[in-house]
């Protein structure tokens, strides 16, 4: 997206998107929702209290009556998507030619490859709990035999990268080895290695050295990886030292 985008009018109340706790104020905002999380929206998302919204807050009741009629007639989503885009024009065709295709196939996926997407795009705006609730989720379902077993393995390697983020390593190294005996990678393994050095756990990697025959090459990637990880950490903690001693001293001369 290039260039100065205008907004119409702004709304003095927001109308708040509960999928990603974000307020908005204007139809621009509502288009820039749906053309980047375009996964989480539903036929929910388009509701009465939205076409409400457009035609009061936002004094747009020509595009509110469409929708309201779209609604009604359960028109498919990418149709009502579609619809605020050209309204608001805030995208241009080369933006609409990207994101139509996506638009297309949604609704024609499975159940469990929507949930994914929709636990992708939590994932990206940082909602990570809503996101591994979601993955739990898919594996509770019963298996599509239609996807493949490198889908499912994603589940658990997300999950794991979940974990990690909130420090809980055991469960994270768990998540990757379930990802790497349904689907054998090494992007899987060296994730399952790093959870072993970062928990100094010798034993555990012993332990996956000899079930999985585990290459030096490998070893010697991670071992390299770890020290950067490690160094970079340690970079982060002086800075942040340095920055807490600097503030501690200003504190200190304004004392004075």
Same mark, same amino acid.
């Given at each position: 997206?290039g260039?100065?985008?205008?907004?119409? /009018?702004?709304?003095?109340?927001?109308?708040?998107?509960?999928?990603?706790?974000?307020?908005?104020?204007?139809?621009?905002?509502i288009?820039?929702?749906?053309? &980047?999380?375009?996964?989480?929206?539903?036929?929910?998302?388009?509701?009465?209290?939205?076409?409400?919204?457009i035609?009061?807050?936002?004094?747009?009741?020509?595009?509110?009556? /469409?929708?309201?009629?779209?609604?009604?007639?359960?028109?498919?989503?990418?149709?009502?998507?579609?619809?605020?885009? @050209?309204?608001?024009?805030?995208?241009?065709?080369?933006?609409?030619?990207?994101?139509k295709?996506?638009?297309?196939?949604?609704?024609?996926?499975?159940?469990?490859?929507?949930?994914?997407? /929709?636990?992708?795009?939590?994932?990206k705006?940082?909602?990570?709990?809503?996101?591994?609730?979601?993955?739990?989720?898919?594996?509770?379902?019963?298996?599509?035999?239609?996807?493949?077993?490198?889908?499912?393995?994603? +589940?658990?390697?997300?999950?794991?990268?979940?974990?990690?983020?909130?420090?809980?390593?055991?469960?994270?190294?768990?998540?990757?080895?379930?990802a790497?005996?349904?689907?054998?990678?090494?992007?899987?393994?060296?994730?399952?290695?790093?959870?072993?050095?970062?928990?100094?756990?010798?034993?555990?990697?012993?332990?996956?050295?000899? /079930?999985? &025959? +585990?290459s030096?090459?490998i070893?010697?990637?991670?071992?390299?990886?770890?020290?950067?990880?490690?160094?970079?950490?340690?970079? &982060?903690?002086?800075?942040?030292? @340095?920055?807490? @001693?600097?503030?501690?001293?200003?504190?200190?001369?304004?004392?004075?």
């Amino acid at each position: 997206m290039g260039g100065l985008r205008v907004c119409s /009018k702004q709304a003095r109340m927001p109308y708040h998107i509960s999928e990603i706790d974000l307020n908005v104020y204007s139809l621009e905002e509502i288009c820039y929702f749906l053309y &980047n999380h375009i996964y989480l929206v539903e036929k929910s998302f388009f509701n009465d209290s939205l076409v409400s919204y457009i035609e009061h807050d936002l004094a747009r009741p020509s595009l509110a009556q /469409k929708l309201k009629q779209m609604i009604g007639a359960k028109y498919p989503v990418e149709d009502m998507v579609m619809l605020i885009f @050209n309204e608001t024009m805030y995208y241009d065709e080369h933006e609409i030619e990207k994101i139509k295709p996506i638009l297309g196939t949604i609704e024609k996926k499975g159940v469990h490859e929507r949930l994914q997407m /929709k636990a992708e795009s939590f994932y990206k705006v940082g909602k990570y709990e809503k996101a591994l609730s979601i993955y739990f989720s898919i594996l509770m379902m019963q298996m599509d035999m239609s996807l493949t077993t490198k889908f499912y393995a994603d +589940i658990y390697y997300a999950i794991g990268t979940i974990y990690g983020k909130f420090f809980v390593y055991d469960m994270a190294g768990k998540a990757f080895k379930s990802a790497f005996d349904l689907y054998p990678n090494n992007l899987y393994l060296k994730n399952m290695i790093m959870i072993c050095l970062i928990e100094n756990d010798d034993e555990v990697l012993l332990n996956l050295i000899r /079930k999985y &025959n +585990i290459s030096d090459e490998i070893l010697k990637e991670c071992k390299n990886d770890y020290a950067i990880l490690s160094e970079n950490a340690k970079k &982060n903690e002086e800075i942040h030292e @340095n920055l807490e @001693n600097m503030k501690l001293e200003y504190v200190e001369m304004l004392e004075a």
